[in-house]
C-alpha cells in the first residue's frame, strides 16, 4: 500500500520569507513523488516530481523540494515566498514498483503568505 | 491552461436525474483518469483508462459509470446520485512511456467539474 502524509492544514509565512511545506510518504518498494498546487477554483497543477537521480528537484514558480529516503520525506521548498503562492498544495506518490497508475495525494496544505 | 478541459464547470441535479461529466484532452496522452475531490478528503482515484480500456477502477459505486470512447475523450455518466456524490470531479490524462514500463508520467489535470447534488 502507498500512502501520503501532510502534517499541516495550514502553513503561513511572510512574503519574502523562505516556505517548507511537509510531506512524508510510505509505499512498499521505490517511490515516484510529485507535488501540485490549486488555486481557487480550478485544477491541479504540477510543480515538480522526483523520480531517480539528484534528490533535490527543481520546479516551476521557483519552487523546489527534497527527497531524503531515510526520512521518507519530499518537502516542498522556496527561498523567498510571494503572495500570488498562496494556495493549496497536494503532494503525491506512485510506487514505481507495482503496476498501479494511480497516485495516492496528501490531504493538502494550504499556504497563506502575507504580505 | 494544463490542455485538459471538463465540461460543464458546475452541475446541479436531482437524486433521480441523469447526466454526463465530459473530459477531453489536448495533449495526445494516452491514459485518462477520473477522481473525486470532496471536502476535507484527499483526492479519490476513481478511474484509469489506459488506450481505451480501464485499467483501474477502484470501488466506485455502479451510480458512477465511465466511457472512454477514445483516447482524447472521456466521460462519466451519472444516475440516481446521493447527496454524498456532491464534489469536485477531476479529469486526468498522461502518456505512458513504454520504456520505463508506463510508471513514470505525470498527469495533467483539468479544471474540473462542481457537482452538487440535491
Redesign the interface.
Known amino acids: 500500500a502507498q500512502s ?1 502524509a501532510q502534517p499541516e492544514d495550514q502553513v503561513n509565512v511572510a512574503e519574502g520569507n523562505p516556505l517548507t511545506v511537509k510531506c512524508t510518504y510510505s509505499v512498499s518498494g521505490n517511490p ?1 513523488l ?1 507535488w ?1 498546487v490549486q488555486y481557487p ?6 510543480l515538480l ?1 522526483y ?1 531517480t537521480g539528484d534528490n533535490l528537484v527543481k520546479g516551476s514558480y521557483g519552487f523546489e523540494a527534497e527527497f531524503n529516503k531515510s526520512q521518507t520525506s519530499f518537502h516542498l521548498k522556496k527561498p523567498s515566498a510571494l503572495v500570488s503562492d498562496s494556495a493549496l498544495y ?1 503532494c503525491a506518490v ?1 510506487d ?1 514498483d507495482t503496476g ?9 496544505t494550504r499556504l497563506q503568505v502575507q504580505p | 491552461e ?1 490542455g ?1 478541459t ?1 465540461t460543464p464547470r458546475h452541475l446541479v441535479m436531482g437524486m433521480t436525474n441523469k447526466k454526463s461529466l465530459k473530459c477531453e484532452q489536448h495533449l495526445g496522452h494516452n ?1 485518462m ?1 477520473w477522481y473525486k475531490q470532496s471536502a ?4 479519490e ?1 476513481m478511474f ?1 483508462y ?1 488506450l481505451e480500456e480501464r ?2 477502477n ?1 470501488s466506485v459505486p455502479s451510480r458512477f459509470s465511465p466511457e472512454c470512447p477514445n483516447s482524447s475523450h472521456l466521460f462519466l455518466h451519472l444516475h440516481t446520485l446521493q447527496p454524498e456524490d456532491s464534489a469536485l470531479y ?1 479529469c ?1 490524462s ?1 502518456q ?1 512511456d513504454r520504456l520505463a ?12 467539474t ?1 457537482l452538487t447534488v440535491l
Open positions: 501520503v515516484y510529485f501540485y477554483n480550478r485544477g491541479l497543477q504540477f516530481k523520480i497536494f506512485r514505481r498501479r497508475r494511480a497516485l495516492t495525494f496528501g490531504s493538502g | 494544463t485538459v471538463q491514459a483518469y476535507k478528503k484527499p483526492l482515484l484509469v489506459s485499467v483501474e477502484n477531476l486526468a498522461s505512458e514500463g508506463g510508471k513514470r508520467d505525470t498527469q495533467y489535470f483539468g479544471p474540473g462542481r
